[in-house]
């Protein structure tokens, strides 16, 4: 589980010095528009594209402060088509910007306005000052908000604005690609000699152009304009290293089935600051390694200073909590089970935690780090070996294995060892058990925290394995109604879905949800779960029904598979530049005695079948059979992977698109003459 391994997906990218001979600038400029530039033609727009992004260029760049620093300045220019009235959404803009303290990011420069052809000529319609609102979103993070005017079908909206930064840390980032279609989306970085930054750039379409070059900078920085006393000027000299991305043509990326998130694929490019060196001067390493920062966590007051100290406020509670266990095993399970049940956790996600971990104990509730941190303590404090493991949910995106960049860990949880096995505890959510992680944690590179170091450790969802069986039974009733039983054993993670929605929603609606699936007239009754509240043991859903027939029909088309089977291809595009994530490996199997209505006969039966996916790598089987007094069936869907590449993509949607069509297929009876 801790050997190394070469990622997946390398995102870390040498951007050589490459040009192209077609056109290498965009031709708009702020302000200047004509009735032409209404008219627009590309490839890149499908059919159901909202708004199109005519042009989006971005340009950051360091200039000397009066503060005695350097300070980021970074500059935005974007015009948008909007296509029709979905399009609107297009003219609501959000502004992110950074605080820490007193200091705090500014905006800028702020200028906009819609466009709209009226009888031949443009109208414009400007954005006024006091339509910029602000509004906090966190403690280190606000945003600024405006909605351009005058928008409607047709429009065209263009806006521009500058963000000065002293947090040399947040040099702005780059989405190339977004929810609408870009014809031209451009970014330059010119970087001073001093600043060493690491490029991370992903996503699966070329660039247009990738330019690298250098050229001469000065810069003027002021020391102690801010002090009484005298200040002082300083000139700096040196080679300004300038990138310049440019992409074009960009087709909207949608958010498809089975994906953990759309921000994982995205065009665009993300800077850390990896170190300084100003002339005669020693390297400031900024970034560092992973060793390093899993001590700096270990001693921070916000992660896991406490996990090193004696803690004897625990002592007493410790003694009642594991009072009746024999072993270290004992020990582990009870005070899991103590954490899981006294706990209420704040929030689904969590890095860091804002109080000391006996606060935590005395309020009962916390966050996901603080929960699982305090388990950890508390392992700890019993002499067991437990550590903390930070790791990034599949809707939070993929984390970076070489670079220690906490940003993209957003959840925390405990892994436990007792004689030669691990255990991987997470008490925040009450759905789990002993050993058990939500799927949702299995997005591939994690780590586990030390005091001096940190190990890498993979949680694939290759390696999960679902299993399911639904078994239905249809019979005559003595009054000649259809009627019917069915029970649904799923496996594990898809009874901590059904554990979770009968918690939010109730039961009652659970059940109705079910029986609304159904194309035909059903009465649904004797419902039940069982072991809904037992944690880590799967439940069993049951009821029984009664089909209401028209025994008035000549014909009765009936689908045997009841409410186990795709209704439609989740696979819709015909093209994905993107893996395809199922959440786990899964054997379905569904199996059915169907009587046959009493006065009918069976006239058409859907063919047998078996087809396997990629030789190994799946298989469908559609087994139908008539029997002395009815039919039997047994259908079963199996995927041995979680995880497919674009290039499986088209194979996959076949194989998908059988499926459909097979279980869609329709049993005939007729009526006895």
């Not at 031209?184 to 699966?204: A, D, K, N, T």
């Not at 014909?555 to 291809?569: C, G, H, R």
Request: charged content about 25%; overall charge neutral; glycine content about 6%.
């Amino acid at each position: 589980m801790y050997l190394s391994r070469i990622p997946a997906l390398v995102i870390f990218l040498f951007l050589f010095s490459t040009y192209t001979t077609a056109q290498d600038k965009s031709n708009i400029k702020f302000g200047k528009i004509s009735a032409a530039d209404f008219e627009i033609k590309s490839t890149s727009i499908d059919s159901s594209a909202d708004a199109v992004v005519i042009s989006d260029i971005g340009q950051s760049e360091f200039e000397g402060n009066n503060k005695g620093y350097f300070s980021l300045k970074f500059k935005r220019h974007t015009r948008i088509k909007i296509l029709n009235k979905n399009g609107a959404d297009a003219a609501n803009v959000n502004i992110y910007l950074y605080n820490n303290g007193n200091l705090e990011e500014k905006l800028d420069n702020v200028k906009g306005y819609t466009y709209n052809l009226e009888n031949g000529k443009i109208v414009e319609t400007k954005l006024q000052s006091e339509s910029v609102f602000k509004d906090k979103l966190s403690k280190k993070w606000s945003t600024r908000k405006f909605t351009m005017p005058a928008v409607k079908e047709g429009s065209i909206i263009e806006y521009s604005y500058t963000i000065v930064s002293d947090f040399l840390f947040n040099l702005q980032p780059w989405e190339f690609q977004g929810k609408y279609p870009k014809l031209w989306s451009e970014y330059e970085v010119s970087i001073p000699e001093y600043f060493r930054y690491v490029f991370l750039s992903q996503g699966y379409s070329g660039f247009h152009i990738n330019k690298a070059s250098q050229e001469n900078g000065k810069w003027t920085i002021v020391l102690g304009a801010n002090s009484t006393e005298r200040s002082e000027t300083i000139s700096l000299d040196g080679t300004i290293n300038v990138n310049r991305w440019v992409m074009k043509d960009l087709p909207a990326l949608k958010e498809e089935a089975y994906t953990s998130t759309v921000n994982n694929h995205i065009a665009k490019i993300q800077f850390q600051l990896a170190s300084i060196k100003f002339p005669n001067s020693l390297v400031q390493n900024i970034l560092g390694d992973w060793n390093k920062t899993a001590e700096d966590l270990m001693k921070g007051e916000d992660f896991g200073i406490d996990l090193n100290r004696a803690n004897n406020w625990l002592d007493d509670e410790m003694r009642a909590i594991t009072a009746n266990a024999k072993d270290n095993l004992g020990k582990a399970k009870a005070i899991y089970t103590y954490v899981k049940d006294n706990f209420t956790s704040t929030s689904n996600s969590g890095l860091l935690i804002g109080d000391n971990l006996k606060t935590v104990f005395k309020r009962k509730n916390g966050n996901v780090a603080e929960i699982n941190l305090l388990l950890t303590a508390m392992l700890r404090h019993e002499k067991i070996d437990a550590r903390p493991v930070i790791l990034s949910t599949k809707d939070h995106g993929y984390t970076n294995e070489i670079y220690p960049i906490l940003d993209k860990f957003n959840y925390v949880v405990c892994m436990v060892n007792v004689g030669d096995k691990s255990y991987f505890l997470d008490a925040a959510n009450t759905s789990l058990g002993f050993g058990l992680l939500h799927w949702k944690c299995y997005n591939g590179h994690a780590r586990i925290i030390e005091e001096k170091q940190t190990l890498p450790v993979y949680f694939e969802p290759d390696s999960l394995r679902e299993s399911k069986l639904t078994s239905v039974f249809v019979t005559n009733s003595e009054k000649g109604e259809w009627v019917g039983s069915l029970t649904s054993n799923p496996g594990t993670y898809e009874s901590i879905s059904i554990k979770e929605n009968v918690k939010e929603k109730g039961l009652d609606a659970f059940f109705n949800k079910i029986k609304s699936a159904y194309n035909f007239d059903i009465k649904i009754s004797n419902t039940g779960i069982d072991s809904l509240k037992k944690d880590a043991t799967p439940v069993s859903v049951h009821y029984e029904f009664d089909m209401n027939l028209n025994k008035d029909e000549e014909i009765i088309y009936f689908n045997p598979l009841m409410e186990e089977l795709y209704k439609e291809n989740p696979f819709k595009s015909a093209d994905r530049k993107y893996p395809v994530e199922l959440p786990y490996a899964f054997d379905k199997i569904y199996v059915a005695n169907i009587e046959t209505p009493e006065g009918y006969e069976i006239d058409e039966l859907p063919k047998s079948v078996r087809v396997n996916f990629n030789d190994d790598e799946g298989m469908f089987e559609y087994l139908i059979a008539k029997t002395e007094d009815g039919l039997q069936i047994r259908c079963r869907v199996k995927m041995n992977r979680a995880s497919f590449s674009p290039e499986d993509y088209s194979s996959l949607r076949e194989f998908y698109g059988f499926v459909v069509q097979k279980q869609n297929e329709l049993v005939v009876y007729k009526k006895k003459k």
